[in-house]
């Protein structure tokens, strides 16, 4: 049996928690449990705290002076090579230290080594994958950077795929995604702050930012929502982006999501804030507005009227995505008066047989088209295609033949099918298609009345909603026309380049002397 995420939250709250590990009276002013002198006693606690976990490995051994040590790792998760080459030989070999200094200075050969002096510390870097060394006699415990989990190498997204453009994605790993923002934007400015979120998942999110771009009220806008984010486990940033959102009930989607570092770091150079969490390969952009989801990152990597020219295209389809059944209903229904004749006629003989009126021969159609695509999309890849397209030929043309349908209503149904697939982000095509069905029913009940009336709730909610106090519909409304020639065409990059239009001005002729300076 499948439980709700709630139901786990209440079960383990009311059973026990991983914060309570303070298991003997002598805890800090922290509520912290300090490690003992005694290697044994240690020892008890830690047994008890991983009982059960057959993965946890005690690797108990002797060092010089004849004092015993545990080594505590995960199998699977340290690099049992580097383990034993850079930590157990060198303490086998009995090499000295200065006293005082901790275990890994002079005698363990590795760099991102720390010293923890609490149980929930060694329990909590044990967890995170890195060995921790114990030794009889000291307070202290050795922390060694070996971890080494299985990760997924950095392919082509395949959600976000352009013709034009570079071919890495992020992957489920943190730090390769961080890396792949610091390939790109080499500079101390890209500020990183790394949090644990989920009491129990303990999930690392990375918030990035480029200092003096973006505005220091929007960073710490984003560190006190994250702050305030109590759940036991965040698995995606998906959760993050539910929680993070400023109106969870509109069907919009408020914060940018994307599988491209190239996308991420424009942008941080447009003063956004990208939040990164250890495994999932999706980056979360805040704030953003309704128009970033209509632009796609191959308009600024091929010419600018190319880019132009097919942005004009997607919100042309867009209207037809979101109105196209809804304006056929509403004509078929109520204002026959604005047909021409003769497409009137060859309407009215190809509905002569269908026993349904057109609102309800749209939502069938629509309902079952939306049905074949989900069915397209769970299939395996190699049939799931062929099973979404062939599927809906064969079903169009029965329900022609059988008389259920009508050829026109087939053919808009097919071309908003095709409209909603234009639309670059997903999340916005789901709203979109979500959508189309109430103003659907508006129309058939209203006309196009009904449709003005739908299109009128929905333009209002838009001006009304906010990503992190922006308001979702700039720059055209608050208007700010300076913004606004980038979000209606793709504005060529020697006109919004200061540098490049002084160079152009200065180098206009062949004969020119270089500047030197």
């Given at each position: 049996m499948?439980?709700?995420?709630?139901?786990?939250?209440?079960?383990?709250?009311?059973?026990?928690?991983?914060?309570?590990?303070s298991?003997?009276?002598?805890?800090?002013?922290?509520?912290l449990?300090?490690?003992?002198?005694?290697?044994?006693?240690?020892?008890?606690?830690?047994?008890?705290?991983f009982?059960d976990?057959?993965?946890?490995?005690f690797?108990?051994?002797?060092?010089?002076?004849?004092?015993?040590?545990?080594?505590?790792?995960?199998?699977?998760?340290?690099?049992?090579?580097?383990?034993?080459?850079?930590?157990?030989?060198?303490?086998?070999?009995?090499?000295?230290?200065?006293?005082?200094?901790?275990l890994?200075?002079?005698i363990?050969?590795?760099?991102?080594?720390s010293?923890?002096?609490?149980?929930?510390?060694?329990?909590?870097?044990?967890?995170?994958?890195?060995?921790?060394?114990?030794?009889?006699?000291?307070?202290?415990?050795?922390?060694?950077g070996?971890?080494k989990?299985?990760?997924?190498?950095?392919?082509?997204?395949?959600?976000?795929?352009?013709v034009?453009?570079?071919?890495?994605?992020f992957?489920?790993?943190?730090?390769?995604n961080?890396?792949?923002?610091?390939?790109?934007?080499?500079?101390?400015?890209?500020?990183?702050?790394?949090?644990?979120?989920?009491?129990?998942?303990?999930?690392?999110?990375v918030?990035?930012?480029l200092?003096?771009?973006?505005?220091?009220?929007l960073?710490?806008?984003?560190?006190?929502?994250?702050?305030?984010?109590?759940?036991?486990?965040?698995?995606?940033?998906?959760d993050?982006?539910?929680?993070?959102?400023d109106?969870?009930?509109?069907?919009?989607?408020?914060?940018?999501?994307?599988?491209?570092?190239?996308?991420?770091?424009?942008?941080?150079?447009?003063?956004?804030?990208?939040?990164?969490v250890?495994?999932?390969?999706?980056?979360?952009?805040?704030?953003?507005?309704?128009?970033?989801?209509?632009?796609?990152?191959?308009?600024?990597?091929?010419?600018?009227?190319?880019g132009?020219?097919?942005?004009?295209?997607?919100?042309?389809?867009?209207?037809?995505?979101?109105?196209?059944?809804?304006?056929?209903?509403?004509?078929?229904?109520?204002?026959?008066?604005?047909?021409?004749t003769?497409?009137?006629?060859?309407?009215?003989?190809?509905?002569?047989?269908?026993?349904?009126?057109?609102?309800?021969?749209a939502l069938?159609?629509?309902?079952?088209?939306?049905?074949?695509?989900?069915?397209?999309?769970?299939?395996?890849?190699?049939?799931?295609?062929?099973?979404?397209?062939?599927?809906?030929?064969?079903?169009?043309?029965?329900?022609?033949?059988?008389?259920?349908?009508?050829?026109?209503?087939v053919?808009?149904?097919?071309?908003?099918g095709?409209a909603?697939?234009?639309?670059?982000h997903?999340?916005?095509?789901?709203?979109i298609?979500?959508?189309?069905?109430?103003?659907?029913?508006?129309?058939?009940?209203?006309?196009?009345?009904?449709?003005?009336?739908g299109?009128?709730?929905?333009?209002?909610?838009?001006?009304?909603?906010?990503?992190?106090?922006?308001?979702?519909?700039?720059?055209?409304?608050?208007?700010?026309?300076?913004?606004?020639?980038?979000?209606?065409?793709?504005?060529?990059?020697w006109?919004?380049?200061?540098?490049?239009?002084?160079?152009?001005?200065?180098?206009t002729?062949?004969?020119?002397?270089?500047?030197?300076?």
């Amino acid at each position: 049996m499948i439980f709700s995420r709630s139901w786990k939250k209440r079960k383990l709250r009311s059973g026990g928690h991983l914060s309570s590990l303070s298991f003997q009276p002598g805890s800090d002013e922290r509520g912290l449990t300090p490690l003992s002198f005694e290697l044994e006693r240690n020892l008890h606690i830690l047994r008890n705290i991983f009982a059960d976990c057959t993965d946890v490995l005690f690797h108990d051994f002797w060092i010089s002076g004849g004092r015993r040590a545990i080594l505590i790792y995960i199998n699977g998760t340290a690099n049992q090579e580097e383990l034993n080459q850079q930590v157990l030989t060198p303490l086998l070999e009995g090499r000295r230290r200065s006293a005082g200094s901790p275990l890994f200075h002079g005698i363990i050969p590795v760099a991102s080594g720390s010293e923890i002096g609490t149980i929930e510390e060694t329990v909590r870097h044990v967890m995170d994958g890195n060995p921790v060394i114990l030794t009889d006699g000291e307070n202290t415990a050795t922390s060694v950077g070996l971890t080494k989990w299985e990760t997924r190498s950095v392919e082509e997204p395949i959600a976000e795929s352009v013709v034009r453009g570079p071919r890495e994605g992020f992957v489920e790993t943190v730090d390769i995604n961080t890396s792949l923002l610091r390939k790109r934007l080499r500079t101390p400015l890209l500020k990183m702050k790394s949090y644990k979120l989920g009491s129990i998942s303990h999930t690392e999110v990375v918030i990035a930012y480029l200092q003096g771009v973006a505005e220091k009220a929007l960073v710490d806008e984003v560190e006190k929502r994250l702050h305030s984010i109590r759940i036991d486990g965040v698995l995606d940033s998906g959760d993050l982006e539910e929680l993070l959102q400023d109106n969870p009930y509109s069907p919009f989607p408020q914060l940018l999501s994307t599988e491209r570092p190239d996308i991420a770091c424009s942008q941080l150079l447009e003063g956004r804030v990208v939040i990164l969490v250890e495994g999932s390969p999706i980056a979360v952009v805040a704030p953003t507005t309704f128009y970033s989801f209509l632009q796609s990152p191959e308009d600024y990597y091929e010419r600018y009227f190319f880019g132009t020219v097919i942005r004009w295209l997607r919100y042309l389809f867009l209207f037809i995505a979101l109105l196209g059944p809804s304006f056929y209903v509403a004509i078929v229904s109520f204002h026959q008066e604005m047909i021409p004749t003769a497409l009137l006629l060859t309407m009215a003989n190809s509905r002569e047989l269908v026993p349904f009126p057109a609102l309800l021969e749209a939502l069938l159609m629509e309902i079952t088209f939306e049905a074949l695509r989900e069915a397209g999309v769970r299939l395996p890849k190699q049939v799931g295609a062929a099973v979404s397209i062939v599927g809906a030929l064969v079903i169009g043309q029965a329900a022609i033949e059988a008389g259920l349908v009508s050829s026109p209503m087939v053919m808009v149904v097919a071309i908003t099918g095709i409209a909603s697939f234009i639309i670059p982000h997903y999340t916005l095509g789901v709203a979109i298609r979500i959508l189309r069905f109430p103003i659907m029913l508006l129309s058939g009940i209203f006309g196009i009345m009904g449709l003005m009336l739908g299109l009128l709730m929905l333009l209002t909610h838009l001006f009304t909603l906010r990503s992190f106090g922006v308001p979702y519909l700039s720059p055209l409304a608050p208007l700010n026309l300076q913004e606004l020639s980038d979000v209606m065409a793709r504005v060529p990059l020697w006109m919004t380049d200061a540098s490049v239009d002084e160079h152009r001005g200065k180098n206009t002729g062949r004969d020119q002397e270089p500047d030197t300076t």
